[in-house]
């Protein structure tokens, strides 16, 4: 059915998939599925992803990475298409590619591709037109366990720990012993819409509501 996912719930479900298949270690490995296909359009046109670590005020902001190497503003996916791959040194260097400033230190482990501030692009649709044009959905604003499914294969599956049901257009309850489930490509290629009213998600990411048309969805009955 169609699903709605809220700012809180496109971490999990929809940034956390495409950034496993933009890192450029899996790129490297041959894991993601996006390798080889930079400049092809993987998505629904409207969704576009940036890394921009520099952007004034973001809580997520540094000049450099831990690698020292300056920070910049890099497109990842541009109206749909798949523009670049993420890199540190040492992952740029076995690919025959340039670090785009975006290794980050552990305390205990070498540097490794990472973003630095997300930024989701933002749509044309308010909020409220976009639940009133479900006949029936479900509004998902949080999810529990999502990151056990096939991640680098684009795969998300998780419970609704808050979520609601949409009936003709209106907000019926809150729904309970519920789950999603589907493949970020597929969902995000069944786009509906994408909201104009993003918001910051734990100072390094910037989300709008994203609906998608055909998610599955399980219920227990009870």
């Known amino acids: 059915m169609p699903v709605l996912f809220m700012p809180t719930a496109v971490p999990s479900v929809i940034v956390g998939p495409l950034m496993a298949a933009l890192n450029g270690k899996t790129v490297f490995e041959g894991t993601s599925p996006l390798a080889g296909r930079l400049g092809e359009r993987i998505v629904d046109a409207r969704i576009s992803l940036t890394d921009d670590p520099t952007l004034p005020g ?87 366990g999502a990151g056990q499914s096939n991640i680098l294969g684009g795969d998300f599956n998780a419970n609704v720990l808050l979520g609601f049901k949409v009936e003709k257009g209106k907000v019926t309850g809150r729904v309970k012993d519920t789950m999603v489930a589907g493949n970020v490509y597929k969902a995000l290629n069944d786009l509906i819409a994408v909201g104009r009213e993003g918001r910051w998600i734990g100072g390094s990411l910037y989300a709008p509501p994203i609906a998608c048309a055909n998610v599955a969805v399980a219920a227990q009955a009870g």
């Open 58 to 144: 973001a809580p997520g902001g540094r000049m450099s990475d831990d690698e020292g190497v300056p920070s910049r503003r890099l497109p990842l996916v541009d109206a749909g298409v798949a523009a670049n791959f993420i890199y540190d040194l040492q992952t740029a260097g076995k690919a025959g590619a340039e670090s785009t400033g975006s290794g980050e230190r552990g305390l205990s482990a070498p540097p490794a591709p990472s973003a630095g501030v997300l930024l989701v692009g933002e749509g044309d649709a308010a909020l409220d037109e976009m639940i009133a044009e479900m006949e029936e959905g479900l509004i998902v604003e949080q999810l529990l």
